[in-house]
Every structure is written in C-alpha cells, then in structure tokens.
C-alpha cells in the first residue's frame, strides 16, 4: 500500500522553471516504481516521465530535455524538475507508483495515484 501526495505546483512564467516533488508513505518505497502524468482541461491523460526503483527514467517525447525525474529513496520522494516550461505544459499533474520493476507508460499500469498538483504556465 503507497499513498502518494504531490506539492510544489503553482503559477510560472513561460520559460522558467519548476520542481514538482510526491511524498510517498508505506513499506519499501524502493520497490516501486514511479511516474508522472498530466492532464489539461478538455484533454486526455498523458504520461511524462517515470523510473524505475534502478533510476532508469522514461520521458515522453513533449518533455525531453526539458524535464528531469529523480527519486530519493532515503527521504521517499519522488521529483520532477521542469524548465523551459512552455503554456502547453499548463495542466494538472499527478504522481503515480507501481509495485515492480518496469515502467510503462501507460495510465493503467499505475496502481497508485495522488490528488494532483496544479502547474500554471503564463504566456
């Protein structure tokens, strides 16, 4: 069982940046693995960055070189330092966990979710 909470959203300027950060409470944080997706209004879900419990990290293709994962598993977080942000990365966005190795990108594969964290990027 993992439960996930989000913080550090809020309101940037276009090209700047921001870091998302998701406590996890439970056992054995260092056997899951972990992601990120986003959501706009009037769009769909979308996967943007997992790794793994190895530190092998994934990026959609929108967010490469902007975006960066990390996960400390002495402290049980998980983070994602975004810059160069862009108003097309406004949405909210959710942390997410699976017990195993792999890391889909797909949002059926995450077992676990957060609440969300509000990213607001102005033009």
């Known amino acids: 069982q993992v439960q996930l909470v989000e913080s550090g959203g809020g309101l940037v300027q276009a090209g700047g940046s921001l870091t998302l950060s998701c406590a996890a409470s439970?056992?054995?944080?260092?056997?899951?693995?972990m992601g990120w997706f986003r959501q706009a209004p009037g769009k769909e879900r979308e996967f943007v960055a997992a790794?793994?419990?190895?530190?092998?990290?994934t990026y959609a293709d929108s967010v490469t070189g902007r975006f960066t994962i990390s996960r400390d598993n002495a402290k049980n977080t998980l983070y994602v330092k975004m810059g160069s942000l862009k108003p097309e990365d406004t949405a909210v966005y959710y942390c997410?966990?699976?017990?195993?190795?792999?890391?889909?990108?797909?949002?059926?594969?995450?077992?676990?979710w957060g609440q969300g964290t509000q990213v607001t990027v102005s033009g």
């Open positions: 997410v966990a699976r017990h195993g190795i792999a890391v889909p990108t797909s949002a059926n594969a995450y077992v676990y």
């Open positions: 439970g056992r054995s944080f260092n056997n899951y693995a």
């Open positions: 790794i793994s419990v190895n530190g092998v990290s």
